[in-house]
Nanobody
Framework: QVQLVESGGGSVQAGGSLRLSCAASGRTVSVNAIGWFRQAPGKEREGVAG????????YYADSVKGRFTVSRDNAKNTVYLQMSNLKPEDTAMYYC?????????????????WGQGTQVTVSS
């Protein structure tokens, strides 16, 4: 089992920045990759960014490219999502998720473990 805890959410004005953290514990050696997802009220959960645990290869949704950066600190078992130039449409609950196997990085179905989420609210 792997436990994930997100932190760092909050309320900011448009153009502001936030850094989300995802701390993993438990059997983290089994984790192949970490993904960040978000879900706004009435919308489907969407992939925001992903990072492979070993290689550090990253993936981003087109809507956040150039504004968000995903990184990892393997020594701390923590993955970060640095969000800059935030927009009101970025408002959502943000989740990190871990998966043991391969697959399309932004498909939530392939992820085995999920955190409880952290709220990000961006006002105009």
């Amino acid at each position: 089992q792997v436990q994930l805890v997100e932190s760092g959410g909050g309320s900011v004005q448009a153009g502001g920045s936030l850094r989300l953290s995802c701390a993993a514990s438990g059997r983290t050696v089994s984790v192949n990759a970490i993904g960040w997802f978000r879900q706004a009220p009435g919308k489907e959960r969407e992939g925001v960014a992903g990072i492979w645990s070993v290689s550090g290869l990253t993936y981003y949704a087109d809507s956040v490219k150039g504004r968000f950066t995903v990184s990892r600190d393997n020594a701390k078992n923590t993955v970060y999502l640095q969000m800059s130039n935030l927009k009101p449409e970025d408002t959502a609950m943000y989740y990190c998720a871990a998966r043991r196997n391969g697959g399309r990085w932004n498909d939530p179905v392939i992820y085995d473990y999920w955190g409880q989420g952290t709220q990000v609210t961006v006002s105009s």
